[in-house]
């Protein structure tokens, strides 16, 4: 069990510079080049990724005003694809807490949370004492928004350096990592979930290519949940 604050912050450290810091850098340079061709400026776009962090809210502020979207509109699509962090936050805060009751703190927790911290925190916490999660937490946290930050400003003036087709794949990279990282979260819940919901986006791509993801994800989460946490009745001989 990892305790001290010393000893947390380093394990952090150590966490999101093994792979998932450099995970966010190289998905965020492919937002920024998007951001560079919609017109937007490097402090817009760097800041998008602060306070949005949600790769889709951020790719949808893109497209919209790249169609001339007003501002209502925009606001409306980045909360939506932003709304699946409320079952995350409500899911998670009860796994970090440590009696913690100062909403403020709690509001900058939630504000910092993403996918990838989300996913890495549940994994990890089990390691490490109550107490001293929140400090892993944040340390894990900042560490990855400051790597995407990174990101988005070097794909932001790099954007001319690169094929336009390389840049949008870099996008695709940290979902694919977060599919590894859930895969190993333990739990059967969790996989089960994930394994239905790559078994029915080829449906509901076809079906109802506007809302799939959607679909998919109330679809997959909602069974896997249920599965995971059936127990069958044990009969006593």
Same mark, same amino acid.
């Given at each position: 069990?990892?305790?001290?604050?010393?000893?947390?912050?380093?394990?952090a450290?150590?966490?999101?510079?093994?792979?998932?810091?450099?995970?966010?850098?190289?998905?965020?340079?492919?937002?920024?080049?998007?951001?560079?061709?919609?017109?937007?400026?490097?402090?817009?776009?760097?800041?998008?990724?602060?306070?949005?962090?949600?790769?889709?809210?951020?790719?949808?502020?893109?497209?919209?005003?790249?169609?001339?979207?007003?501002?209502?509109?925009?606001?409306f699509?980045?909360?939506?694809?932003?709304?699946?962090?409320?079952?995350?936050?409500?899911?998670?805060? +009860?796994?970090?807490?440590?009696?913690?009751?100062?909403?403020?703190?709690?509001?900058?927790?939630?504000?910092?949370?993403?996918?990838?911290?989300?996913?890495?925190?549940?994994?990890?916490? +089990?390691?490490?004492?109550?107490?001293?999660?929140?400090?892993?937490?944040?340390?894990?946290?900042?560490s990855?928004?400051?790597?995407?930050?990174a990101?988005?400003?070097?794909?932001?003036?790099?954007?001319?350096?690169?094929?336009?087709?390389?840049?949008?794949?870099?996008?695709?990279?940290?979902?694919?990592?977060?599919?590894?990282?859930?895969?190993?979260? +333990?739990?059967?819940?969790?996989?089960?979930?994930?394994?239905?919901?790559?078994?029915?986006?080829?449906?509901?791509?076809?079906?109802?290519p506007?809302?799939?993801?959607?679909i998919?994800?109330?679809?997959?989460?909602?069974?896997?949940?249920?599965?995971?946490?059936?127990?069958?009745?044990?009969?006593?001989?």
């Open positions: 069990m990892v305790s001290g604050n010393p000893e947390v912050m380093r394990k450290l150590y966490d999101a510079l093994s792979l998932p810091a450099f995970i966010l850098l190289f998905t965020m340079m492919g937002f920024g080049s998007l951001a560079h061709g919609a017109g937007f400026g490097a402090d817009m776009a760097a800041l998008a990724t602060v306070f949005i962090w949600g790769l889709p809210g951020q790719l949808a502020m893109v497209e919209l005003s790249a169609t001339g979207q007003g501002l209502v509109a925009i606001v699509a980045c909360s939506l694809a932003n709304a699946r962090f409320l079952p995350m936050v409500v899911s998670f805060v +009860p796994a970090m807490s440590s009696g913690r009751t100062n909403l403020c703190a709690m509001l900058l927790d939630a504000q910092l949370l993403s996918i990838n911290s989300w996913a890495m925190c549940l994994r990890q916490f +089990p390691e490490i004492e109550p107490r001293f999660r929140r400090r892993y937490y944040l340390t894990f946290a900042s990855i928004l400051l790597a995407a930050v990101g988005t400003l070097m794909g932001y003036h790099g954007a001319v350096l690169l094929p336009a087709s390389m840049l949008l794949g870099l996008i695709f990279i940290s979902p694919l990592f977060f599919a590894l990282v859930l895969a190993a979260v +333990p739990g059967r819940a969790e996989r089960l979930s994930m394994l239905i919901g790559c078994a029915t986006i080829p449906i509901a791509h076809v079906l109802l506007s809302i799939d993801l959607l998919t994800g109330i679809i997959g989460g909602s069974l896997g949940f249920a599965a995971g946490k059936f127990r069958p009745k044990r009969h006593a001989d």
